[in-house]
């Protein structure tokens, strides 16, 4: 598997896949092509259905500025391809220099179908959670951070601390801002909303879901207005690692190095995930997401809680397992509804999933690497419609409402 660094990218919101990951490929074909005067970028399936929603054709027109770009909403179908494929074609004098057909796999990662793919250095050999419980119990190691150190090398500590630093910033921005998100469906921000609220004095209870919705409200409203966030795995599901991760911060008094703990095991299960099954909304539904960002942030709040590794495994299993089945429907292909409010869902079923994991780890049936290939089965088995299109479900239901 590669790098955890790559379930963690600082950047610009909506969607790792149809901003994050199209940026990255228009800014890697203007280089190849300094002659071009102008470009068109085809967009097909997801990236063609959600990508006005999710503003792709807004940051392709800036990544290949000052340049003219024509960009196309395509309807034709493309079989075997991914759901988020673009073709981009540079011009010169209104005549075709070269194309390239680009994947953007979510998680703001790319990659161009045809061609050898780029061999990264594989940190870890272990591929599934088996195979990582196997080595640490040969090597007498008890904590899935450590296993993290042991392959990455002290150095990703910084690296997780600078994530951390973002994480935390886009908690403050989110809880500090008013107003209505852009995008037009009229969505109140609602984290300062929410964390204002008067809570009894006998609901100890409410008052631990406000704090954790209200953070999770505020990392994802960040990102539906462009703000800046970290992917854990993905832009849509950004808000749950940091909700859960700053709430145990505040109540148990952890440093941020010992956060830093947390978010090295959420990584491995966010690599495991990506590399066993799928990340993106638009290949598995929203399970691939809001289910993996839940899985990530329950092992975060086990290994921090000083579980070992069976209780983690099985706090990302009952996160996922939960989650199984769960649409990808964003109304008008806007990261704000049902996205927001799912953020804070997850992060609350995180917290459950690590207190089950406490009490009842001897009694499991279910591994974790068997729930992430359920879950992928379950994802590409499910109707387009409900793959990011904007086609099902909530969204066809809403619309269909307004008219």
């Known amino acids: 598997m590669r790098s955890i660094r790559q379930i963690y990218k600082i950047g610009k919101g909506p969607s790792s896949s149809h901003t994050m990951g199209p940026e990255r490929a228009c800014a890697l074909f203007k280089e190849q092509y300094p002659q071009a005067d102008g470009f068109r970028v085809i967009l097909y399936g997801s990236l063609s259905k959600t990508g006005v929603g999710h503003g792709t054709d807004r940051v392709i027109r800036q990544v290949l500025s000052p340049l003219p770009a024509e960009v196309v909403f395509s309807d034709r179908e493309l079989p075997g391809a991914h759901p988020n494929t673009m073709d981009l ?4 004098d209104g005549r075709e220099l070269g194309s390239l057909r680009v994947e953007s796999i979510g998680g703001g990662d790319i990659r161009f179908p045809g061609q050898p793919e780029e061999r990264e250095e594989e940190v870890y050999i272990e591929h599934s959670f088996a195979e990582i419980a196997d080595f640490c119990n040969w090597r007498y190691i ?16 910084p690296f997780l601390l600078e994530v951390w630093q973002v994480m935390k910033q886009s908690i403050a921005d989110g809880l500090a801002a008013e107003g209505v998100l852009p995008g037009g469906l009229n969505v109140q921000r609602k984290a300062k909303f929410l964390m204002e609220q008067a809570v009894p004095e ?7 879901f406000k704090q954790i919705a209200a953070y999770a409200y505020a990392v994802a409203e960040q990102n539906a207005d462009n703000g800046t966030i970290v992917t854990a795995p993905t832009c849509g599901a950004c808000g749950v690692v ?7 911060q505040n109540t148990r008094g952890l440093t941020d190095l010992q956060i830093c703990r947390g978010l090295a095991a959420a990584g491995i299960i966010g690599n495991l995930t990506k590399r066993n099954a799928s990340i ?12 993996t960002a839940c899985s990530m942030a329950a092992a975060a709040l086990a290994e921090l809680y000083g579980q070992d590794l069976n209780q983690v495994e099985y706090a990302a299993e009952v996160a996922m397992e939960h989650h199984l089945g769960l649409t990808c429907d964003p109304i008008c292909g806007l990261v704000q509804i049902p996205c ?7 992060a609350m079923r995180a917290m459950n999933a690590c207190d089950l994991s406490y009490f009842l780890t001897g009694s499991r049936n279910i591994s974790y690497d068997m729930v992430c290939r359920a ?5 590409v088995n499910l109707n387009r419609r409900f793959r990011e ?6 969204a066809r239901i809403y619309d269909r409402k307004r008219r």
């Open 242 to 248: 940091p909700a859960v991760l700053k709430y145990v």
């Open 340 to 346: 927001i409010e799912r953020n804070a869902v997850a």
């Open 89 to 92: 074609t540079a011009l010169k």
């Open 389 to 394: 299109t904007s086609e099902g479900g909530l």
């Open 280 to 291: 993106s909304g638009a290949e598995a539904g929203c399970q691939a997401e809001i289910g």
């Open 375 to 379: 879950m992928h089965e379950t994802g």
């Open 142 to 157: 008890d904590r899935l951070s450590d296993y993290v150190e042991l392959n990455e090398g002290p150095e990703i500590w």
């Open 202 to 208: 006998n609901a100890p209870a409410m008052a631990q």
